[in-house]
């Protein structure tokens, strides 16, 4: 905070000075990364508040997450009389959208019926009935029906309703099942009384157009609306945020083209291109210095962005005379790279920098995994919000550890009663393999090849997985792993389960990768397991600790690093596959070139929030497979 407040103070440039002093009729500001403007969006509100005397009430503030929300009120907070900045509206689209709605309609939006996940919503579709008699759809595997979700999801942040979408002619499998999913699924909220998010935006458009006398309230006393990341607004916010501002049309929006990374949440950067077209009397104004990151930083992130073709051209310089720190390293592997980015933030921290100023920004959760675990290792405290199930707790993860437990000691009866399932063998037979082992005193596990159920072969396979079991115990964990997944056949097993199993998701054989390549830095079974207990202990704590900002590494995906910065920016994982990512690499093979695009301004997005360093690691191997490095790296030209 005190680090903000003497910024602060720096002077705004003549270009940012204007930006605040326009404050009647439609303005555009587009620039760059870094260029100050959401210091101006907060400049000039503070200025409409003290300069030109409008009351916090009047003015709209946007932002893309709760977090700059809060960091603009407190940038205001502190130009302002105490208390004055809590009357702003300020939040995200969601959030102000929201507290309308549960004003307005109270009884009809409680948080309780709201379907946060995807997986909520198949469920509440399975679960009504609705898709009963449509047996195509009953027939659809989880993650078909997760992807026609996404497809709906995106349909109604475009404001395509089910009856516009039935006019569509589908452009892929995705969509296909969408159009028939779309129709079932808003019948099935409608009969439960369920909502989603997308439902909260749409509600708020729909209840402002359709009463009059509340919209004119509404704009009467909004007198002023402001956007940041305009770039990312989708078409449902837009048509309702031109709905507040008209008639005066005072609306702000603010925003860098290059910086749109939400298209799959239906935002498109044509709107903030096309504003002018939309409001023909808007202002423009363009920044063209970036005051966040030094010289080199610069000059990476513009010259990788140079590469799209949907931009609009634009450049900034920096405003720093030095260079800054820009660099790549090669480790061998995954577990090297989160290793030397732990030795990097200790060594940065020894020079004085403090764990707050250092981030990692990746792409996907499995880049975070290996340096979460080395930080927690090294017992340097962070902030990491995990979206997803822990890995050690996944079925095949857990599955793959219970044989290894098992080969450490054959009396661990949980951990064989887990791996049942894999070996064909019932929960039935279960108590007749307890009670023949106590009879004959051995374990269990020496029992299991002599069940007089079981046909020969099987009875043969049970054998040799006694054996291996038996053997594992002098290998090294990733030798006994391997014996598990192929002598074991536990591959093969995961292979038919996914074939089978309604959710179809294939995750399990990356999975299967990533632990092998975990378990290569151990040197025994016994040491393994134990860091395994240790890590899962470590995490039920890390994911209840919160410690201060300041105070701890930010460990973020880079879509939610978005208008942030800090002083040493971490990169895992600038491979192919990795970043750009796998899917959009698919699509390239298919001829589409737009995925491609929006990769490259999300590691233009992580490129540009560095102040000072950038540490990109290009591991030669990840999780246990050759790498080629990413097609950016030479794009940066490097
Ligand atoms: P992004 O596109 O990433 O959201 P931005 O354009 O919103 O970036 P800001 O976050 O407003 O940029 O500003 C970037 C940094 O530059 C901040 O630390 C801010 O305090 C600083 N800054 C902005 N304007 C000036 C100025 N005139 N003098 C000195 N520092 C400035
Ligand atoms: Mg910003």
């Not at 200025?47 to 916090?56: E, F, Q, R, T």
């Not at 437990?405 to 009663?417: E, I, S």
């Not at 070996?423 to 374990?443: C, F, G, K």
């Not at 056949?489 to 632990?515: F, I, N, P």
Request: charge should be negative; charged fraction near 30%; aromatic fraction near 8%.
């Amino acid at each position: 905070i005190q680090h903000l407040a003497e910024k602060q103070s720096e002077p705004l440039h003549p270009g940012q000075q204007r930006a605040v002093h326009t404050t009647d009729g439609p303005l555009l500001i587009l620039a760059g990364a870094g260029s100050g403007k959401t210091r101006v969006m907060a400049a000039r509100t503070a200025h409409l508040i003290k300069d030109i005397g409008l009351s916090p009430k009047q003015i709209m503030v946007v932002t893309f997450t709760t977090k700059a929300a809060e960091e603009i009120r407190q940038r205001i907070a502190r130009q302002l009389p105490p208390n004055q900045a809590r009357e702003l509206v300020a939040g995200t689209f969601h959030s102000i959208f929201y507290r309308m709605l549960l004003h307005h309609q109270p009884g009809r939006w409680d948080q309780q019926r709201l379907l946060k996940k995807e997986w909520q919503k198949w469920r509440l579709l399975r679960e009504s009935g609705v898709l009963l008699g449509h047996e195509e759809l009953a027939a659809l595997k989880e993650n078909e029906a997760l992807d026609a979700l996404g497809v709906v999801s995106r349909w109604k942040n475009e404001y395509i309703l089910p009856r516009e979408a039935a006019l569509r002619e589908a452009a892929s499998d995705a969509e296909r099942q969408a159009l028939m999913l779309y129709p079932l699924y808003e019948e099935a909220k409608k009969k439960l009384g369920w909502f989603d998010f997308d439902d909260m935006l749409i509600g708020c458009y729909e209840m402002l157009r359709e009463d009059a006398q509340l919209l004119s309230r509404y704009q009467e006393r909004i007198t002023h609306v402001m956007i940041d990341e305009f770039q990312d607004i989708n078409r449902i916010q837009y048509e309702t945020v031109k709905l507040l501002a008209a008639p005066q049309n005072n609306l702000c929006v603010i925003g860098d083209d290059d910086q749109s990374i939400y298209g799959f949440r239906g935002s498109d950067p044509r709107y903030i291109l096309g504003f002018t077209k939309d409001f023909p009397d808007a202002q423009t104004i363009t920044l063209e210095v970036n005051y966040r990151s030094h010289a080199s930083i610069v000059s990476l992130g513009y010259s990788l962005i140079g590469h799209n073709r949907e931009r609009w051209a634009k450049e900034c310089r920096s405003f720093h005379m030095e260079e800054g720190d820009a660099y790549l390293f090669e480790p061998e592997d995954e577990e090297e790279q989160a290793s030397r980015i732990v030795d990097e933030i200790l060594h940065r921290t020894e020079q004085g920098a403090t764990l707050g100023e250092c981030a990692i920004l990746y792409r996907t959760n499995e880049s975070a995994r290996p340096i979460v675990e080395r930080l927690s290792e090294a017992g340097i405290p962070f902030h990491y919000t995990q979206e997803e199930d822990s890995f050690y707790q996944r079925q095949t993860v857990r599955w793959a550890l219970h044989y290894l437990r098992l080969a450490l000691n054959p009396d661990d009866t949980d951990a064989l009663k887990e791996i049942l399932p894999t070996l064909y063998i019932s929960h039935e037979m279960w108590n007749t393999l307890r009670s023949q082992a106590i009879l004959e005193d051995v374990p269990i596990l020496h029992v299991l090849p002599r069940l007089t159920q079981l046909k020969p072969y099987q009875r043969k396979h049970l054998q040799t997985v006694a054996d291996i079991l038996a053997s594992c115990r002098e290998c090294s964990p990733a030798q006994a792993l391997e014996l598990v997944f192929e002598d074991g056949k536990l591959r093969d097993y995961l292979k038919k389960r996914a074939r089978s199993r309604e959710d179809g998701k294939d995750r399990w054989s990356d999975e299967l990768q990533q632990l092998l390549s975990a378990s290569k830095r151990h040197a025994t079974v016994a040491d393994f397991l134990q860091y395994i207990d240790q890590m899962a202990q470590r995490e039920k704590e890390w994911r209840t600790q919160r410690p201060l900002p300041d105070e701890a590494v930010h460990v973020l995906s880079i879509h939610r690093a978005k208008g942030l910065e800090y002083d040493h920016v971490f990169l895992p994982d600038l491979v192919e596959g990795a970043l750009p990512h796998e899917y959009t690499l698919d699509e390239l093979r298919r001829g589409g070139n737009a995925a491609l695009e929006e990769e490259r301004r999300l590691l233009y997005v992580a490129i540009t929030r560095a102040r000072h360093t950038l540490c990109i690691g290009i591991p030669r191997e990840r999780f246990g497979r050759k790498t080629r490095i990413s097609r950016f790296v030479a794009e940066m030209g490097r």
